[in-house]
């Protein structure tokens, strides 16, 4: 499965963006994630979501601000992410696998917060 992501750019302190990830194939059987990379900062994963969307966990750092979701018939994650910080400048990427394991990744997206 290839992962193409989308949506990143330059946006002001409060707004919002919301990433795409449109998968090669069928996501249905896969957990799925978004991660980050901030300058100097290691990789951390930002937000996941189970298979169905049963399971949904979120870093503590945009919890009540970032929103995950899929929908499986098109083989698409999003993250929708609304007040956003200058601290969430980073490259997204997302990531998906069978439960447990992230086995394959997109190219990511850049996602600058400033005024």
């Known amino acids: 499965v290839q992962l193409q992501a989308s949506g990143g750019g330059l946006v002001q302190p409060g707004g919002s963006l919301r990433l795409s990830c449109v998968a090669s194939?069928?996501?249905?059987?896969?957990?799925m994630g978004w991660f980050r990379q901030g300058p100097g900062k290691e990789r951390e994963l930002t937000a996941f979501?189970?298979?169905?969307?049963?399971?949904?966990n979120y870093h503590e750092s945009v919890t009540g601000r970032f929103t995950i979701s899929r929908d499986d018939a098109k083989n698409t994650v999003y993250l929708q992410m609304n007040d956003l910080k200058p601290e969430d400048s980073a490259v997204y990427y997302c990531?998906?696998?069978?439960?447990?394991?992230?086995?394959?990744w997109g190219q990511g997206t850049q996602v600058t917060v400033s005024s």
């Open positions: 194939g069928r996501i249905s059987r896969y957990s």
């Open positions: 990531a998906g696998g069978i439960p447990g394991r992230f086995d394959f």
């Open positions: 979501i189970g298979l169905n969307g049963g399971t949904i």
